[in-house]
Nanobody, 124 residues
Framework: QVQLAESGGGLVQAGGSLRLACAASGRTFSIFGMGWFRQAPGKEREFVAA????????NYADSVKGRFTISRDNAKNTMYLQMNYLRPEDTADYYC?????????????????WGQGTQVTVSS
């Protein structure tokens, strides 16, 4: 129904920046909200940021507030995550998610569609 594809991951030194992108295709008209999650080895998938497709309402995890910025371009069906002042603890696989119901949910269960992930590695 909805396909998501992340891009933009890579290796960066602490203090550096990366911009992730998530391109949505398929039945994109059904998307109500989108978000970013990350998962490090041995840890649970955790919320990073979310944005509503209507009104641009946003929600951020405390660990990334002031450093990460989520945005979207409805015309391009693309969501972005600008990550600045990266820290080694930001190292993880980052996943794009979309929901038919939630505008800016911080819960994994609030999303029905998921991308395959893109790896972000921050070295010290």
């Amino acid at each position: 129904q909805v396909q998501l594809a992340e891009s933009g991951g890579g290796l960066v030194q602490a203090g550096g920046s990366l911009r992730l992108a998530c391109a949505a295709s398929g039945r994109t008209f059904s998307i109500f909200g989108m978000g970013w999650f990350r998962q490090a080895p041995g840890k649970e998938r955790e919320f990073v940021a979310a944005i509503s497709w209507i009104g641009s309402s946003t929600n951020y995890a405390d660990s990334v507030k002031g450093r990460f910025t989520i945005s979207r371009d409805n015309a391009k069906n693309t969501m972005y995550l600008q990550m600045n002042y990266l820290r080694p603890e930001d190292t993880a696989d980052y996943y794009c998610a979309a929901s038919r119901f939630s505008g800016s949910s911080y819960a994994v269960k609030g999303y029905e569609y998921w991308g395959q992930g893109t790896q972000v590695t921050v070295s010290s």
